[in-house]
């Protein structure tokens, strides 16, 4: 089985800098991914990484380290439509290419 | 627009009733999956099928069940509804071999 934690309420302000940890627990690993979702709304695709270390796309990077279980996304200069819930999810090395998705960490940005 | 396609956006029904959700996945998609999502609760993983063919199963009731069509779009049918089955019914859909999900808008599920 898996384990996916992650905080469920972050609060941070415009042109700030927030960074989500997520840690999990698996008995195997094939990818680490991270969603937004705006309330309501489906999840939409940020990140995904399988290898130690950072990716980066525009005001979005996430890293990983396998050894220690951990991720976290980084979001830069926040904006206002910044805030959603950001959803870690892992995906086991099982051949299976379903997803399993940590609880959301809910990010308010206040101006 | 994801370029997944789900049916109905909203249903209400009562207890003890069945319904049907649908879902159309990207064209060229093969694999199509099926997430719940409750009031403030994380995407619950229920069933993915490939091509046809069920490929993996997760939390999903025996009361419902969900089946991949020769045209690839899926049908997600959950009955005796319960007021705990309310919830978002998220599709998802990838290509093969391809690393990302795509998710279609969902179906709001209201059970009176």
């Known amino acids: 089985g898996q384990n996916i934690d992650q905080p469920t309420e972050m609060t941070a302000t415009e042109g700030a800098i927030v960074q989500i940890n997520c840690t999990y627990q698996?008995?195997?690993?094939?990818?680490l991914f991270w969603y937004q979702q705006h309330a309501g709304e489906a999840p939409t695709f940020l990140s995904y990484?399988?290898?130690?270390g950072l990716e980066e796309k525009g005001r979005f990077s996430s890293f990983l380290s396998r050894s220690k279980g951990y991720s976290y996304l980084l979001l830069k200069e926040l904006q206002m439509k910044d805030s959603a819930s950001y959803l870690c999810?892992?995906?086991?090395?099982?051949?299976?290419?379903?997803?399993?998705f940590g609880s959301g960490t809910r990010l308010q940005v206040q101006p | 627009d994801s370029g997944v396609t789900q049916t109905p956006k909203h249903l209400i029904t009562a207890t003890g009733q069945r319904v049907t959700l649908r879902c159309s996945p990207r064209?060229?998609?093969?694999?199509v999956y099926w997430y719940q999502q409750s009031l403030d609760q994380g995407l619950q993983f229920l069933i993915q099928?490939?091509?046809?063919?069920?490929?993996a199963k997760g939390n999903i009731l025996e009361r419902f069940s969900a089946q991949q069509f020769p045209d690839l779009h899926s049908e997600l049918n959950l009955s005796s509804l319960e007021l705990g089955d309310s919830a978002l019914y998220f599709c998802?859909?990838?290509?093969?071999?391809?690393?990302?999900?795509?998710f279609g808008a969902g179906s709001r599920l209201t059970v009176l």
């Open positions: 064209s060229g998609d093969l694999s």
């Open positions: 099928y490939y091509n046809g063919e069920e490929r």
């Open positions: 999810a892992v995906r086991e090395d099982t051949g299976r290419r379903a997803l399993t």
């Open positions: 990484n399988v290898l130690d």
């Open positions: 698996t008995s195997g690993f094939n990818g």
């Open positions: 998802a859909s990838s290509a093969s071999g391809a690393n990302v999900l795509t």
